[in-house]
């Protein structure tokens, strides 16, 4: 998995405070990371949806995506079955396969398996529209994922939580120590959260 914070709103926390200092008549001040954790603190996170943080992951699974996009305030572009050939696809593999060599063969087996069917099928003149219906939730895919600040604290609640599944769960986790290292007034509060999800 690889997970970059490829753009995020200039000043994050700045913006984020100028727009709470809007409902308050308190546009200046001088320590905006006091402000804007004393707003996120008492629930007044609508300030915070001025913040936008835009990540590109990698080598993550068709399984992770299904679940990423439902998280809904957010803007995804994801690279395309339909259009791009699949042919010696990447795949990801879990944990509990890898524990044992005879389901992680079997695992393999089954990759290939889809594989072959794919570009058999391709080769049938089937469109790769239609041809990656045989395609495994496994396969590996690129995602670019676009959130602000408060939808974001509401994924990364959820998702990094130890009851998650294990692969998005990671995911959050990466994501949340990218915008920690930008805008930690914005996210410290979670960072106990994070940690007790962690299995590292």
Not at 13 to 28: F, L, M, N, P, T
Not at 38 to 53: C, P, Y
Not at 66 to 75: E, I, K
Not at 175 to 195: C, H, I, K
Request: aromatic share 10%; with cysteine.
């Amino acid at each position: 998995m690889k997970v970059e914070l490829t753009n995020y709103t200039d000043s994050p926390v700045e913006s984020a405070g100028r727009a709470a200092g809007i409902c308050y008549d308190k546009e200046e001040k001088e320590d905006y990371a006091s402000f804007i954790k004393g707003i996120v603190g008492r629930g007044h996170e609508s300030v915070i949806e001025h913040v936008v943080f835009t990540f590109r992951v990698e080598d993550v699974s068709r399984a992770l995506t299904h679940q990423l996009v439902r998280h809904r305030l957010a803007s995804y572009s994801q690279r395309s079955q339909r259009y791009v050939d699949e042919g010696e696809f990447g795949y990801v593999v879990p944990p509990s396969i890898q524990e044992s060599q005879e389901a992680e063969a079997k695992f393999k087996e089954a990759m290939d398996y889809a594989l072959d069917r794919y570009d058999e099928l391709k080769a049938m003149n089937v469109p790769k529209e239609d041809a990656r219906f045989v395609l495994p939730n496994a396969c590996h895919t690129r995602i670019v994922v676009t959130m602000n600040a408060r939808s974001l604290r509401n994924f990364l609640k959820v998702r990094m939580e130890k009851h998650a599944q294990w692969e998005i769960r990671q995911l959050a986790q990466r994501m949340y120590d990218l915008v920690y290292a930008v805008a930690p007034p914005l996210f410290e509060d979670l960072r106990t959260l994070r940690d007790s999800g962690s299995e590292s």
